[in-house]
Structure formats: structure tokens, C-alpha cells
């Protein structure tokens, strides 16, 4: 009964991350993440995760702050914080995300304010769908590592 | 002396993001490579033990000059936008400075362009990754820091032998000036001497 436990959820994460790719959210690159996870570094996926919800989030308040002050005009600011998020996109793999960083950052490269008004809410509405589907695959995760534990009780 | 008695490749990541820096040193680590990260230009060039302005640190406390001789470096990988130094800045430092000149240095850049690219190549970078970085990438520094390695293992031998041959030349000469008391021609020999590494000195020598 436990294993097909297991088996069910190996076959859920998949089908979520197959969507994913389908839906052009995540890349091959994320498949480059998972390769590099292993014995040595088993959580390595989700530390990388974490650390880009953490920056991401970050910068979002920073892009927003900026665009919400009436008297904006630090386009140059903005790109940069910007590129950082289009940079740390790309390396975890997160494919739509980093695409509206380059619409973003060509509308800040024009100064134009409503374009970057468009493309700062898109950006919200994106990450905080990958956010969620991250940690459905997590808990997916979390839960086949119990179920498969409970199948090979640890001994002592 | 804290050196590793397997003797891995030592290699320095330079990068401002915390992510690029977590997944380069991931895939230095999977291909069995002792790795240093560091968050910029300026940090990089104080572990190898050089000031920003190029100087030798030979004035700093001894623990700068420690992490110098215990933890040689044997490649530099850096990204190309960081702010302050770039890694095109880096770059540069690293060739102009003697002690760190045959280092391999690898630029990184999330773009792709070719008159950086140029620019980088021409400065001496031995190679130049788009990001994301893959394991393809990092399969190809192994070849230059053995290059490396045997440069400076060849410049060694190079001048231990040269050491050598000037003993057994001088040797010659206080036997020979000790027969014929002719003190410029042991000068003329003296001249040609000193040691200039670009120059094979062996067949200067045997025609003496």
C-alpha cells in the first residue's frame, strides 16, 4: 500500500513538471539543477529554490517601490535590479519569467513608465504561479521521501 | 602547511549573484574540483593576495600571504557584470600582475556579445561560458590548468638546471682563472649569465 504510495507521487511530480515545461514556466535548465542534485548535495534544488524566492521577492518590492514613487525617473536603477532578476530566472530555469524580464527591461530601456507598469504585474502574477507550483512539488516530494522512509524503516 | 595529499585543482569563482555562485560551485564540486567562491572583483584579487592596485601584498599581515601560498589557485572563473570591478577588470589585473600572470582565467556572461566576447578572448581568457553555466562548460577547464601546471613545472626544472650549469660553469671558470689569471674574459662570461627565461641558454653555453 506505501509504495504505490510512493510510485503515485514519483508519477505526480511528473506530471506537474512535464506541465511546466509544456506551459513554457520552467526550461531544460531546471533539468540541469536536478542533475547536479545528488547524495552529496540532496537538497540542493530546493536551496537553490529558496534562495531565488528570497531574492526574487526582494527585488520585486524594489521594482515596485520604484515605479509607485511619482517622481521616478532611475530607469538605470531599474535595469539593473531588473537584470539581476532576469539573470537568477534564467539560471533556475524559470523560462517565462526571465521573457518578461526582457519586455520589462526594453520598456524601462525607452522610459516608458506604463510598460514597465504592465510588465512589473505580470512579473507578480508569474512568480507567484511558480511559487505555488514549487512548493506543491516540494510537499510532492516531502511526502514520497515519508512515505518511502515508512516503507524501509531507518534501523537504531 | 594544510596542503590536500590528493592534490585536486583549486579553482576560484567570482561572482556577484548568490545563485550563479551556488550553481558554479555545484558543478566545479561535481567534477572533483576544490572550489573558493567569492562575491567580487575586488575580494578575488585579496584572496589572491594582491591589492586593487596591483601591488604585491608583501606589507599586508601574514595571514593575506598565507591564503596565497597554502590554497594556490590554479583557474579563475568569473562572471563578466559585476558591479565595481568587472570581470573584464579582473581579467586584466590578473595578466598584468607577475605572480598571477599564467593563471587561466574563464569570463562568464548571461550575454552574448561577440566584441566582449573579443575583447575578453584578447585580454588572455582562456574561454568564455554563456549562462547558465552547463557541466559541458566546466569539462573544458580541466585541459588548462594542466597546461598551467606544466608550464610552471617545465619554468621550474627550467631554472634548476640553469642554477645548475651556472655552479658548473663558475666552477670551470676559478679552475680555469686559477691556471690563466685573465679576469675579462670571466667577466664577458658573467654578463651572459644572468638569468633571462624567454632565452635557451643551453647551446650558448656549450660553446664556451
Known amino acids: ?156 | 602547511m594544510g596542503m590536500a595529499t590528493e592534490s585536486k585543482f583549486h579553482v576560484l569563482a567570482v561572482d556577484d549573484s548568490l545563485i550563479d555562485r551556488k550553481l558554479i560551485e555545484r558543478l566545479l564540486k561535481i567534477s572533483s574540483y576544490q572550489v573558493t567562491t567569492v562575491e567580487s572583483g575586488s575580494k578575488a584579487l585579496k584572496f589572491l593576495g594582491l591589492q586593487e592596485d596591483g601591488e604585491n601584498s608583501s606589507n599586508l599581515p601574514s595571514i593575506s600571504l598565507q591564503n596565497h601560498q597554502d590554497m594556490e589557485v590554479n583557474l579563475i572563473i568569473t562572471d563578466y557584470c559585476m558591479p565595481g570591478m568587472t570581470g573584464y577588470d579582473l581579467l586584466k589585473k590578473v595578466k598584468e600582475s607577475s605572480s598571477l600572470r599564467n593563471i587561466p582565467v574563464v569570463i562568464m556572461s548571461s550575454e552574448n556579445v561577440p566584441s566582449r566576447i573579443n575583447r575578453c578572448l584578447e585580454e588572455g581568457a582562456e574561454e568564455f561560458f554563456l549562462k547558465p553555466v552547463q557541466l559541458s562548460d566546466v569539462n573544458r577547464l580541466r585541459p588548462h590548468m594542466v597546461k598551467a601546471k606544466n608550464k610552471d613545472q617545465n619554468q621550474q626544472m627550467k631554472e634548476e638546471a640553469e642554477e645548475e650549469e651556472e655552479e658548473a660553469v663558475t666552477e670551470k671558470l676559478e679552475l680555469h682563472s686559477q691556471q690563466q689569471p685573465n679576469n675579462n674574459k670571466r667577466k664577458a662570461v658573467e654578463e651572459e649569465l644572468p638569468s633571462d627565461r624567454t632565452r635557451t641558454r643551453y647551446s650558448g653555453l656549450t660553446v664556451i
Open chain 1, 1 to 156: 500500500m506505501l509504495g504505490f504510495g510512493v510510485e503515485r507521487l514519483r508519477a505526480d511530480m511528473n506530471r506537474l513538471l512535464a506541465l511546466l515545461f509544456h506551459q513554457g514556466v520552467l526550461d531544460e535548465q531546471f533539468l540541469q539543477l536536478q542533475q547536479l542534485q545528488d547524495e552529496t548535495s540532496p537538497n540542493f534544488v530546493s536551496e537553490v529554490v529558496n534562495i531565488y524566492f528570497h531574492e526574487s521577492e526582494k527585488l520585486l518590492r524594489n521594482l515596485r517601490g520604484l515605479l509607485l514613487d511619482r517622481e521616478f525617473s532611475d530607469y538605470k536603477k531599474m535595469g539593473i535590479h531588473i537584470n539581476q532578476f532576469m539573470g537568477s530566472s534564467s539560471s533556475i530555469g524559470a523560462k517565462r519569467i526571465r521573457n518578461i524580464c526582457v519586455a520589462f527591461r526594453a520598456a524601462s530601456e525607452q522610459n516608458n513608465r506604463a510598460g514597465c507598469l504592465r510588465a512589473l504585474e505580470l512579473l507578480e502574477h508569474e512568480y507567484c504561479y511558480l511559487k505555488n507550483k514549487f512548493h506543491e512539488l516540494f510537499q510532492m516530494e516531502q511526502q514520497r521521501l515519508l512515505a518511502a522512509g515508512a516503507r524501509y524503516p531507518v534501523q537504531n
